[in-house]
């Protein structure tokens, strides 16, 4: 029986799935999940300027797996720098989840549990390109608003951002311009 989803996500899965840390393994699973969701045009899209060729953040890519040990949905952060800020932020997403068993929370679930450890992890803000219905649940507010600014297009109202610790972006040096943080890798 694997570990059920606890009460606070408010799954209609509880029982068949389990939010657990993204495997070695699941990374092709993961692949078609995104292909099928978002297609290959994706990689066209701003965000992926931060994510292609950088490694995202390791210890926050989440899968909900099933009970045959299949991830059937998928979270992952990449980490970003803000223009003369020395704080630690994060670009959420994607977040997809199967199109056979979307509706029951596993969405939610996902970014409610890796929201949690990016804060006990440390980051200070979070950013992402999504729907503000979805995200303004969990705190998310308009990004532009308050200076941040994508290397590239993006639809301004989908540009959200949170803080993760307290007052971290009381500063106006904590908003500005957005850059991938790492080295590239390909
Ligand atoms: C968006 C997605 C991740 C949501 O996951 P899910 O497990 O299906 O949804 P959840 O059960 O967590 O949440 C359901 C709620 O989200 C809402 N919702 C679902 N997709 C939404 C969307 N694209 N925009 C706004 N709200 C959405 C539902 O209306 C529902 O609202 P309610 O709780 O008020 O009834 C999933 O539908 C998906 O993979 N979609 C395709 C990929 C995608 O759009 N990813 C997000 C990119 S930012």
């Keep these: 029986m694997l570990p059920p989803l606890s009460q606070s996500q408010g799954s209609g899965f509880a029982d068949e799935f389990a939010i657990v840390p ?4 699941d990374t092709d699973v993961i692949d078609a999940l995104m292909d099928a969701s978002f297609g290959q045009e994706r990689h066209n899209l701003t965000v992926y300027k931060l994510r292609d060729g950088y490694p ?13 040990g299949k991830a059937r949905a998928s979270i992952r ?4 720098q803000v223009e003369g800020s020395s704080l630690r932020y994060l670009l959420l997403g994607p977040l997809a989840v199967d199109p056979t ?86």
Excluded: H
């Design 77 to 80: 952060y990449w980490p970003i």
């Design 22 to 25: 993204e495997r070695d393994q």
């Design 101 to 186: 068993i979307r509706g029951g929370g596993l969405g939610k679930a996902l970014v409610s549990r890796s929201l949690d450890r990016a804060v006990e992890l440390g980051f200070d803000a979070c950013l992402l390109v999504g729907e503000p219905s979805y995200y303004g649940s969990f705190g998310f507010t308009n990004a532009t608003a308050l200076g941040f600014k994508l290397p590239g297009w993006v639809e301004l109202r989908r540009f959200l951002v949170r803080e993760l610790q307290s007052n971290a972006l009381a500063k106006p040096e904590s908003r500005g311009l957005i850059n991938p943080v790492k080295t590239r890798t390909k």
């Design 56 to 68: 995202p953040v390791r210890q926050l890519g989440f899968i909900a797996m099933d009970q045959q």
